[in-house]
């Protein structure tokens, strides 16, 4: 534990909990889906839902949607900002179970026509944990580099890409593995110590049944470290 953890990071308050958390849980959408999206619902559960909105999670998931940082001047502005940018937006109270009492769920359509759907949690002190991602459960907090594999389930598929990251040097922080039903679809979210380069890249998407790659940037103090998605 830090001093952050205690006191928060820099940002624009009024809560590190209502309103940091929330702008990096929309910040990860928005590094899902590659740009600002073009439609999105967001659900908030719980205390979100409860007191949220003196708390200003709504402009702060917002925000983050739009690309902004935990520390932006303009974060009360993300109403407007977001239908400058084009962004359809709509607010919806739920009960998800057993979720964090502070806990968003962003379902958004990227520009591209791809829809994604995220749920993360605000944790405390401006920390998030992504808990779904895209209906597969999953784990990570965002805060280092995080690969997105999703790949045919099937007997030696981790082991392929944790050799290439030996290979190149690339550390493993946490990994996780989640499917739907054996033997079909799977996704590995593993949090690493570096970024990773193109070529990299490159090759994990060699690998014969892996059908994605995603790389989500981590979030470092009042943003993010990189913006790179494949």
Do not use: W
């Not at 619902?41 to 708390?55: N, P």
């Not at 709504?58 to 739009?66: E, H, K, P, V």
């Not at 060699?206 to 993010?224: F, K, Q, S």
């Amino acid at each position: 534990m830090n001093i952050f953890d205690i006191i928060g990071p820099v940002m624009t308050g009024p809560s590190s909990s209502h309103t940091a958390g929330a702008v990096r849980i929309g910040r990860m959408a928005y590094a899902l889906c590659g740009s600002i999206s073009e439609q999105v619902l967001i659900e908030l559960h719980g205390s979100f839902a409860d007191t949220g909105l003196g708390h200003g999670t709504d402009c702060a998931l917002l925000a983050g949607l739009l690309g902004l940082d935990i520390d932006s001047p303009d974060l009360h502005l993300a109403g407007e900002l977001a239908k400058q940018a084009g962004l359809a937006y709509t607010f919806k109270s739920v009960c998800i179970p057993e979720a964090h009492p502070n806990t968003a769920r962003i379902t958004a359509q990227a520009r591209d026509g791809g829809n994604h759907v995220i749920t993360g949690s605000s944790i405390g002190g401006g920390n998030i944990l992504i808990v779904e991602l895209d209906g597969y459960e999953v784990e990570f907090s965002g805060s280092l580099p995080t690969v997105i594999a999703i790949y045919r389930d099937q007997p030696g598929m981790i082991a392929l890409m944790a050799d290439i990251f030996g290979r190149y040097k690339i550390n493993i922080a946490t990994m996780r593995v989640s499917r739907k039903m054996r033997g079909e679809q799977a996704v590995g979210v593993i949090e690493t110590d570096q970024v990773l380069s193109p070529k990299i890249v490159a090759e994990l998407k060699a690998i014969d049944g892996l059908n994605e790659i995603r790389l989500l940037p981590a979030i470092v103090g009042g943003g993010i470290s990189c913006t790179q998605m494949a």
